[in-house]
């Protein structure tokens, strides 16, 4: 069917089908999966194990969104909120997830919105604050280079839910890590300020990588349903490492920032940047705490 703008075709449903995002038809990726707790696994661990890995999409796609209106290009900037929406989609998940297995009965909205700084989980890394498009790229190719390395493995969790969760996300986030390398090979390779930008860029994320591969009691915890992060560190080196070299950029040498008492983002410590990241996200559900949207 033709239409004489993209107004029409973005008004017009005539096919019955459920309509998300501009159009694009979404399919429920937890349809006909089993939600019950599998036998043998301590929902508690778990529960916080998906707050983990749900934390991490929420606060890096938090991030992603204060770029809208702030990309180098609209292609960019539509790319980057298209990104972030994907990670939002994941996190939603997720937490629902944790809050159905941690016998606490909160809901995705009361684990993304009252929750205090010490109870998020997620890595440090995607607190930092958005910087420079280097620094954006380079984080996002760090993030998603390790996060697909997570997830093709969660894929054949135990927990069919996290299993589910896991596979559609694989494909999201291969596409989330190959923008971000062709970016920054772009950059790497290009002007004298780009390839600086890009280095740069890489430089300010690294010490906070070693924090990615740090084995959790909580994964411990669940054999055959989490997945050991350490177990991740050979594939993400070497995903790196290629784009490096097509880059013309170092590979960073940096040491791992410091932590409070042997503890970081898994345990509730967190930058000085993720208090202010949470106001803001946080605020309007405060400010109206029995609003439903």
Known sequence: MSFDNAYQA????DDGESRWAFGTGFDD??????????????????????????DDALIAAQRLTELVTRAPELEDELALANIALDLLGQARLLLSRAGQVDATGRDEDQLACFRDEREFRNVRLVE???GHFGQTIARL?????????????LAESRDPVLAAIAAKGVNEVTYHRDYAAQWLVRLGDGTELS????????????????ELFDTHAVER??????????ELREEFDEVIAQVCA?????????SPRARVGGRGGRDGVHTEHLGYLLAE?????????????
């Open 10 to 13: 973005l008004a017009a449903a």
């Open 29 to 54: 990726p937890l349809s006909g999966v089993d939600t019950s707790l599998p036998e043998g696994v301590d929902g508690a661990a778990l529960g916080a194990y998906c707050l983990m890995l749900g």
């Open 128 to 130: 930092l604050p958005t």
């Open 141 to 153: 190719l760090v993030f998603s280079a390790w996060r697909l390395a997570l997830l093709r493995r």
């Open 195 to 210: 390839h600086e930008r890009a280095q740069h860029g890489l430089d300010e994320v690294w010490p906070l990588v070693g």
């Open 221 to 230: 915890a669940l054999p055959g349903t989490a997945v050991p992060a350490a």
């Open 246 to 254: 097509a880059a013309a950029l170092a590979v960073p040498q940096a």
């Open 281 to 293: 996200m946080q605020s309007l559900a405060r400010a109206h705490p029995e609003a439903t949207w």
